[in-house]
């Protein structure tokens, strides 16, 4: 029986958003990919993180880019992490992620980030992460 220190999700119905919304949610994980090494099959999924270890970490983020920030700090931490497969449940209404507010808290993150992992704390985030089977 494997154990993982960080358990997160990933939507296999990913075509009910719409073909916008997934080729947008491509584009964004296809630049965390390449700046942060990112691999996991989703970014943004509902996640159950090491307490201890977010403990560790300064948060920016305050609004839709904590689940990034934090999938992105913990994925290049020394830990391992497994990933379920789940349902996404689409409301009647359009999404509220993409919007002007969301757009400017991303891109400062991301910036934020890239200067937390490559620069400023490169030997903490040093790491990547092992995927448990």
Known sequence: HNKADLITSFYI???ARGKTRVFISNIY???YLAFFGYTNIYLNGPTIYPTELLRSFKIRS???SIVT??????I???I???EIPGMMNTGS???TAIGLKNLFEVIKVFFLLIFEIHFKD???FKNNAVRVI
């Open 13 to 15: 119905n990913r075509e």
């Open 29 to 31: 994980h296809l630049i």
């Open 62 to 64: 305050n609004r839709f």
């Open 69 to 74: 920030e934090l999938n992105i700090k913990c």
């Open 76 to 78: 290049r931490s020394r």
């Open 80 to 82: 391992s992490f497994f």
């Open 93 to 95: 209404t359009g999404s």
């Open 122 to 124: 490169k030997r903490k």
